[in-house]
């Protein structure tokens, strides 16, 4: 089996735990990394943990302002939202 694993250090600066979901969003939205963009990592890690019997409230929030995001026309999209 292969996995990839992420792991938190809660005690650098750059962790974002701490952050409002508004402030989470924006950087979710903005970010891109070498597994491709966050906003696609999020809603596969959701469905994933769906897939397993798992829920984690914040993140579920977070990835259903995300898709909800993606299903509004252009113009009405928040600004940091990725365009099609």
């Given at each position: 089996?292969?996995?990839?694993?992420?792991?938190v250090?809660?005690?650098h600066p750059?962790?974002?735990?701490?952050?409002?979901?508004?402030?989470?969003?924006?950087?979710?939205?903005?970010?891109?990394?070498q597994?491709g963009?966050?906003?696609?990592?999020?809603?596969?890690?959701?469905?994933?943990?769906?897939?397993?019997?798992?829920?984690?409230?914040?993140?579920?929030?977070?990835?259903?302002?995300?898709?909800?995001?993606?299903?509004?026309?252009?113009h009405d999209r928040?600004?940091?939202?990725?365009?099609?």
């Amino acid at each position: 089996m292969r996995a990839l694993v992420y792991v938190v250090d809660r005690s650098h600066p750059q962790y974002a735990g701490r952050l409002d979901l508004e402030q989470q969003l924006h950087l979710v939205r903005q970010g891109h990394g070498q597994s491709g963009p966050n906003r696609d990592y999020v809603v596969a890690t959701v469905r994933e943990l769906e897939q397993q019997g798992c829920r984690d409230a914040q993140l579920h929030a977070i990835a259903r302002r995300l898709t909800a995001a993606d299903a509004r026309p252009p113009h009405d999209r928040p600004s940091d939202a990725p365009s099609t």
